[in-house]
């Protein structure tokens, strides 16, 4: 179920990930996800192993009404075929890997890992993390995805589905210019 009022979407989003309002611990979400939300703001988001891991910190980027609303609009040659488990590593900032993937639910999904012996937040990738260079790091997280039952895709499809987060982003914020011009009405 997708939040229909994008201002208030995008509150949730940046309190959740904070997670703190002055003194206070803050999570919004649903009540099923509230035991994994406590847990990491407890944890600090650090895990023992990748799969505690992504259930501490996975983010719904786009509920899968949405993205295959969207999807639909793509070529033929373009289209992403959702499947619970695909995940696609992405290009992020140096020292941090963004890997997105389809959830249970079908939902477009994304963890970051930090590859930084000092942003690693995940004890069994310790020996992996280092300064600069990530393909070490990259490939172990591979693997152990892959045990865990994730199927990695080719970067072709992962450019797909940047173009439906562009889509979806340029959604939310047409949706955000139009009802702040209708509030703004002289």
Do not use: C
């Amino acid at each position: 179920m997708s939040i229909e009022n994008p201002e208030l979407k995008q509150d949730i989003e940046e309190i959740n990930k904070e997670g703190w309002e002055g003194n206070a611990a803050v999570k919004i979400g649903k009540k099923e996800d509230m035991p994994n939300m406590v847990k990491a703001l407890e944890t600090e988001g650090k895990a023992e192993d990748v799969e505690t891991y992504i259930r501490l910190n996975k983010q719904i980027v786009i509920p899968a009404e949405d993205f295959n609303r969207l999807n639909d609009e793509l070529d033929k040659y373009h289209k992403v075929t959702p499947k619970i488990g695909d995940f696609y590593f992405m290009e992020s900032a140096l020292n941090v890997i963004l890997i997105y993937f389809f959830d249970k639910n079908l939902n477009l999904a994304k963890v970051e890992f930090g590859t930084h012996e000092e942003n690693n937040k995940v004890s069994s990738m310790k020996d992996v993390a280092g300064f600069g260079y990530y393909g070490d790091y990259q490939r172990k997280l591979s693997l152990q995805m892959r045990e865990l039952g994730f199927n990695q895709q080719t970067n072709e499809k992962g450019s797909s589905i940047y173009d439906v987060l562009d889509m979806y982003q340029r959604e939310i914020k047409n949706m955000v210019k139009e009802k702040t011009s209708k509030e703004f009405d002289f």
